[in-house]
Nanobody, 119 residues
Framework: QVQLQESGPGLVKPSQTLSLTCTVS??????????WSWIRQPPGKGLEWIGY???????YYSPSLKSRTSISRDTSKNQFTLQLSSVTPEDTAVYYC???????????WGQGTQVTVSS
């Protein structure tokens, strides 16, 4: 059973960098052919895909967030990390990590973590 758990600060000040880590258990993040993704849901809105780091280490980001997004991984800890720079209150959301499959569906999700951007 694969489990994902997000961790990181719940409050970030405007213009700072949001940093979240997803710790994966029950499966390796280097196993073919999974895509380890970050997804968010702003209050009152739908899910928004942020980007992924693939089993190979390659990354792909949403065009609308690409200039501010970086996803990396630590294979020794079986973790992957999201960094979103220059945050504004519009980045307030529940952030999820999830495992994507080649059909670009998601079969496992973290429970989600609330991040609020406020001074």
């Amino acid at each position: 059973q694969v489990q994902l758990q997000e961790s990181g600060p719940g409050l970030v000040k405007p213009s700072q960098t949001l940093s979240l880590t997803c710790t994966v258990s029950g499966g390796s993040i280097t196993t073919n052919y999974y895509y380890w993704s970050w997804i968010r849901q702003p209050p009152g809105k739908g899910l928004e895909w942020i980007g992924y780091i693939a089993y190979s280490g390659s990354t792909y980001y949403s065009p609308s967030l690409k200039s501010r997004t970086s996803i990396s991984r630590d294979t020794s800890k079986n973790q992957f990390t999201l960094q979103l720079s220059s945050v504004t209150p519009e980045d307030t959301a529940v952030y999820y990590c999830a495992r994507g499959v080649p059909t670009m569906e998601y079969d496992y999700w973290g429970q989600g973590t609330q991040v609020t951007v406020s001074s």
